[in-house]
């Protein structure tokens, strides 16, 4: 038997998360518009509600509670705000390699303080020489005695300049075909972060650059088996973070229709509300046609993930659907406006300019078609 419904406990969580978000990050959003900054109120709070801790094992002090209920939480607050749910999709992401890849050691020192929102995780594998190519990033390490010494610069990084455990991906300078991972920590001698990006939406969320000149790590920061860098950073992009934008894209959705729905009722044309023409009707049912079908597709792949299945596949299809849905429902919402959805005080002209961003985070669409084609023809 398929059940298709959440637990009770899953309902009262999503009504936990949805009112965590209209209560404590959406009053928050026009001065992170304005200042396109992460807004400081919002990481705590984020940290308080333990966010952060979803997915973290309760022995290192997280909520255990696993990527069904990481999905929930992420729809929810993308919903209100899609950079905030960026800003923790990534914060998730960081964390993620430690558990799969940790020493107990590595998991006691980094993950209560993680789940606690004290310290603040981000993934660093992008570079101007290999975005979709991870195998093309320039940023080497020497082992030197005990210790590496890594080099290099990273870029389109999130969290760049809120992070202080920075998991980085970099190769071997004697064999650039080695890759490994290294947990950096902010502070350390010879890390700093650059360049801040201005991104056309998710203002509020960090995005820029990071800069390795002679940083030296510990034996002990190498994160997984030298040589596993590639895996080790793959495995948690290819089912976290796409899980994560899958999140992004759904709440984005949801809002788009109910945005859309609100002003179709209350827009009076011809003397009536526009919500009675049929080519609004029209688009207004392939929004929730898209919503219902994204939805399938990312709890699929959250509830394998959860059953401790491969579910890098499934991600790659819920990603293209939703990061693509959720562009075409922006497209939609906007549309529905008339010249409103040109004026900023409407949130669907935002929604429009996040999903914008939403398409190459975490891979973009034609590098998911390559992983679906990779599979089907298996
Ligand atoms: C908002 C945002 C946040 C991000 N956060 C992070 C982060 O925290 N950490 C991190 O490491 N990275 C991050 N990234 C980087 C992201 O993963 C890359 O942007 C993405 O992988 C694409 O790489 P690129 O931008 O270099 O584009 P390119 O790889 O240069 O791609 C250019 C074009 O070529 C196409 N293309 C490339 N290869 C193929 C192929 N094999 N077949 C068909 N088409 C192809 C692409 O689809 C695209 O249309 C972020 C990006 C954004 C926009």
């Known amino acids: ?35 396109g900054r992460v ?11 333990e966010m952060m801790a ?17 999905l929930i939480a992420l729809e929810e607050i993308s919903r209100v705000s899609v950079a905030t ?9 960081g964390i993620e390699p430690i558990i799969k890849f940790g020493t107990e050691e590595q998991k006691k020192k980094y993950l209560p303080g993680l789940a606690a929102g004290e310290r603040l995780a981000t993934i660093a594998v992008t570079e101007p020489t290999g975005g979709s190519d991870p195998t093309g990033g320039r940023t080497s390490y020497q082992k030197d005695g005990d210790d590496y010494v890594i080099n290099g ?23 650039p075909d080695a890759f490994s991972t290294f947990v950096v920590e902010g502070g350390m001698e010879g890390f700093k972060p650059g360049h801040r990006e201005h991104k056309v939406g998710l203002r509020g969320c960090n995005t820029g650059e990071l800069i390795f000149e002679n940083c030296r790590v510990r034996g002990e920061n190498l994160l997984g088996a030298e ?27 949801a809002a788009c229709l109910e945005a859309s729905v609100k002003f179709a009722q209350e827009r009076i ?54 990061t693509e849905a959720a562009q075409k429902a922006a497209k939609m919402a906007v549309d529905i406006h008339g010249g409103y959805g040109c004026l900023e005080e409407y949130a669907v002209t935002r929604y ?17 078609k390559v992983i679906i084609a990779r599979w089907v023809l298996s």
């Open 39 to 49: 807004n400081a109120e919002v990481v705590k709070a984020l940290g308080e509600a």
């Open 269 to 322: 044309l011809y003397g009536k509300p526009i919500s009675r023409l049929q080519t609004i009707q029209n688009k207004l049912a392939e929004m929730k046609i898209d919503l219902d079908a994204g939805r399938l597709l990312g709890y699929r792949a959250a509830a394998r993930q959860d059953q401790g299945l491969r579910s890098s596949n499934e991600f790659a299809v819920a990603k293209h659907f939703t």
């Open 352 to 368: 429009w300019r996040d999903a914008a961003v939403l398409g190459p985070s975490a891979g973009t669409s034609d590098i998911m």
């Open 153 to 175: 610069r990273k870029c389109f990084i999130t969290n760049s300049h809120i992070a202080d455990t920075i998991i980085v991906l970099a190769k071997d300078e004697e064999d």
């Open 1 to 35: 038997m398929i059940d298709f419904t959440f637990t009770e406990e899953q309902e009262l969580f999503r009504q936990a998360a949805r009112e965590f978000a209209e209560t404590q990050i959406a009053p928050r959003i026009p001065e992170m518009e304005e200042t």
């Open 85 to 93: 749910a960026m800003m923790l999709q990534v914060l998730g992401l």
């Open 227 to 253: 040589g596993q860098g590639l895996r080790v950073a793959m495995t948690g992009i290819s089912e976290v973070g796409r899980g994560g934008m899958v999140g992004c894209g759904l709440g984005l959705q």
């Open 54 to 70: 979803i997915t973290i094992p309760q022995e290192y002090g997280g909520l255990g509670l696993g990527y069904v209920a990481r």
